[in-house]
């Protein structure tokens, strides 16, 4: 009877060592947009964390905004370590503008993470005031050439949008003329150019959308290699046709480094799968005219490696 009794507290035992096994594969990661709350990357990771459970039964994505920039994320490297269950966002405006123009504001480095995937890809727009009459980049060069005034309206004063105008100005032989007028938010640096403090904005395309609905802008041209497929601004010129320098807007997705490649390899994929879904894919082009556009490590350290080149080079108009 004893025997009966001790195997089946044995059978119980383990049945619940199983069941907790089990259980601790299931995790939930908190994932830290460094940015505004109502912003694109986090408007972005609400939609992706939504999803996460219809995708995986093992990981549910949580997302929080903490506005701060290069704060925030020196706040996350400190309070995390390896296998933490932790994500967060950085771009180029950390890993290639800041961590080159003023790398004692970062208490980390590219090496400190692991790359997951990435959000998005935002290709940026120029846009004008309507009553300038500049629809392309041919205009835009007419009107350079000119030599009328170019203030440009940009999310900050060394973000990626103020780089963007200094390297396509820069490269039009203008940057001795460009002053570029920095907002708080893209959102307000996007209505500038419609209240007539500047001539000039770039934006994502759906910030100055409305704007350009009522009336008050053009579209010159995009911040890509070839024109705007898609959506509302279909037919919009490329610069890099032209020979223009420019660079897309990115959202990297990054758990610490050290993570086991097994969690960022089920990270990735949930990811993967949530980018795909239909309705997600139609609602970042439709609704946020934004791009998915799934990145490997080795393209993203392209792209850090190409904007790192321009801000290189044109640094000294941008600190004007």
């Not at 900050?156 to 490269?171: D, K, N, P, V």
């Not at 570029?180 to 893209?186: G, R």
Request: aromatic residues 8%; proline residues 2%.
């Amino acid at each position: 009877m004893k025997k009966r009794i001790l195997s089946i507290g044995l059978a119980l035992a383990m049945m619940t060592a199983l069941l907790a096994g089990c259980g601790s594969k299931s995790a939930t990661w908190k994932v830290t947009c460094p940015w505004a709350p109502s912003g694109v990357a986090a408007m972005v990771s609400q939609k992706a964390a939504a999803k996460s459970t219809e995708y995986s039964k093992d990981i549910t994505l949580v997302a929080e905004a903490v506005k701060g920039d290069a704060a925030t994320v020196n706040t996350w490297i400190m309070d995390t370590k390896a296998n933490d269950t932790e994500l967060v966002f950085a771009g180029e405006g950390l890993l290639s503008i800041t961590s080159t123009l003023d790398p004692a504001k970062l208490q980390f480095g590219y090496e400190d993470f692991v790359f997951v995937e990435n959000l998005y890809s935002s290709v940026f727009v120029l846009s004008a005031d309507a009553k300038l009459g500049i629809k392309s980049v041919a205009d835009l060069k007419a009107y350079v050439e000119g030599g009328n005034e170019i203030s440009v309206a940009v999310n900050g004063a060394m973000g990626s949008e103020a780089f963007l105008a200094a390297a396509l100005f820069g490269s039009m032989g203008a940057g001795d003329k460009l002053k570029l007028t920095p907002y708080q938010s893209a959102a307000e640096a996007a209505q500038a150019v419609a209240k007539g403090e500047t001539n000039f904005a770039v934006s994502h395309q759906s910030q100055i959308l409305e704007t350009y609905q009522q009336g008050g802008v053009s579209i010159v041209c995009a911040f890509d290699q070839d024109d705007i497929e898609a959506g509302p601004f279909a037919g919009v010129e490329g610069v890099g046709k032209h020979g223009y320098p420019f660079f897309r807007n990115r959202c990297f997705i990054m758990a610490r480094a050290g993570t086991d490649e097994a969690k960022v390899s089920a990270l990735k994929e949930l990811y993967g799968k949530i980018l795909a879904d239909k309705e997600v894919a139609e609602w970042l082009q439709d609704t946020m005219l934004l791009e998915v556009d799934t990145m490997s490590k080795a393209d993203v350290e392209a792209h850090i490696e190409n904007v790192k080149n321009i801000v290189n080079e044109y640094k000294d108009i941008v600190a004007g």
